[in-house]
């Protein structure tokens, strides 16, 4: 059942934000150029590597993230607009609307196994985390929160971090983690 209603929802998001994410693109272009779309290794069900697909927010180029990240790009994360093609990844059946966030790929060896349990399901675009406090929590109540979801997950849970992610976003909270222009790096279970 919650494939068919990640596929179905999908849809229907899809044709309600077409003309905004027709915007972004137009926008995207005007402002930082090509390519449009950032894509990036993360670690899906079973760890399985997927490539996630989110519009740029920085400038191309090397240096550090808070040198290359523009205000359209703040804008973009703040709303979390930037998320939106991973509904891609959603119609492609790698992620799913709700579940832990896909994280990179470099991250797999450093879980304890407790904490790799969280691939025990697809990864989302928003989940348990992402409604109790996005990228202003530590890493061990992130992955916490994340077991939980994987635990005691089921179709009225989802919905009811659907309609949460909405209120979330417009609050605007959290964006990133104090200091950081995202969020520190996850370097294991000893930290």
Not at 75 to 81: G, K, M, V
Not at 129 to 152: C, H, P, S
Request: one cysteine or more.
């Amino acid at each position: 059942m919650k494939r068919f209603f990640d596929i179905f929802a999908t849809l229907i998001l899809a044709c309600a934000l077409s003309l905004p994410l027709l915007i972004v693109c137009i926008m995207q272009l005007v402002i930082l150029g090509r390519p449009i779309f950032f894509r990036q290794q993360r670690a899906g069900k079973k760890g399985q590597t997927l490539s996630i697909l989110k519009f740029r927010t920085m400038r191309n180029g090397t240096g550090i993230d808070a040198e290359r990240l523009i205000p359209w790009g703040k804008f973009l994360r703040s709303t979390s607009l930037d998320e939106l093609p991973e509904l891609w990844n959603v119609l492609r059946g790698e992620m799913s609307l709700v579940g832990p966030r896909p994280l990179p790929t470099t991250y797999l060896d450093r879980y304890s196994t407790k904490q790799a349990r969280r691939h025990d399901v697809r990864p989302g675009i928003t989940g348990w985390a992402q409604i109790n406090g996005r990228n202003g929590l530590t890493w061990k109540r992130q992955f916490e929160l994340d077991l939980w979801y994987v635990n005691n997950r089921t179709f009225w849970l989802d919905l009811k971090i659907l309609a949460l992610t909405i209120v979330t976003v417009f609050k605007r909270e959290n964006i990133s983690e104090e200091g950081y222009t995202t969020r520190r790096e996850f370097l294991g279970t000893k930290q």
